[in-house]
């Protein structure tokens, strides 16, 4: 299995701009995680998803973050408009339920969003 | 009461030394509790892993002590390599509940 794959690996834009991050989970998961590293907060979950539903977006930070997964492969994190402090490494993991209870996660490469 | 605290946020260890990364927890519902290691340009990935059925458990060379009753769990690197040099998470969470609650991270530098 090529594991959780994420597009773009790294993308600069400037700010005002719309940013969509791709995410193509593990092939029979049914869980779908979206996460945002930086140093100062470390590693924060945005959003996660069971069986293509999203199930807590609590963490989204704003109104300009969106998340969408319209099937069991594929799903996106959208930001618009752009802002500075939005830069940061955003992962997208998935993971399968495990006898009902949580299971491993797997994690993507991430995609590294440095705006201007 | 859902936060992970992990310490220390740095650790330096020589060579074949023991690394020692601690974490506690207050939510006694908790039930599952991973380790992910990240090294860098990667995103974490499972290390190690423990239910509280258990007060420890053994991989190799890394090993999670499990104290339920004081709500502690750690990890140990014996004989720590160069390699094992990247950052350290804890995580903890419910069976009913498939969100990670994750500690701050624990950046790791084995020094040769």
């Known amino acids: 299995d090529a594991g959780v794959i994420q597009s773009p690996r790294h993308e600069v834009t400037e700010m005002g701009q719309e940013v969509t991050l791709r995410c193509k989970p593990i092939s029979g998961h049914d869980y779908l995680f979206w996460y945002r590293q930086t140093m100062m907060r470390g590693l924060e979950l945005l959003i996660y998803f069971n069986n293509n539903v999203p199930i807590d977006d609590s963490g989204m930070p704003e109104d300009r973050f969106s998340a969408k997964m319209p099937n069991a492969s594929f799903s996106t994190l959208k930001i618009q408009p752009s802002e500075p402090r939005d830069s940061a490494v955003y992962f997208c993991?998935?993971?399968?339920?495990?006898?009902?209870?949580?299971?491993?996660?797997?994690f993507g490469p991430g995609t590294r969003l440095t705006v201007l | 009461q859902q936060q992970v605290k992990q310490s220390p946020q740095s650790l330096i260890v020589q060579k074949g030394g023991i690394s020692i990364i601690n974490c506690a927890y207050e939510?006694?519902?908790?039930?599952?509790f991973p380790w992910y290691q990240q090294f860098p340009g990667k995103g974490p990935a499972l290390l190690i892993a423990?239910?509280?059925d258990v007060s420890e458990k053994k991989e190799g060379r890394f090993t999670i002590s499990f104290n339920k009753s004081a709500k502690q769990f750690s990890l140990h690197i014996m004989d720590s390599q160069p390699g094992d040099s990247a950052t350290y998470f804890c995580?903890?969470?419910?069976?009913?509940?498939?969100?990670?609650?994750w500690g701050a991270g624990t950046k790791l530098i084995i020094k040769p």
């Open positions: 995580a903890a969470s419910k069976n009913s509940n498939y969100q990670l609650i």
């Open positions: 993991a998935s993971s399968l339920s495990y006898r009902g209870g949580t299971d491993t996660q797997y």
């Open positions: 939510n006694t519902a908790f039930d599952y």
């Open positions: 423990i239910r509280p």
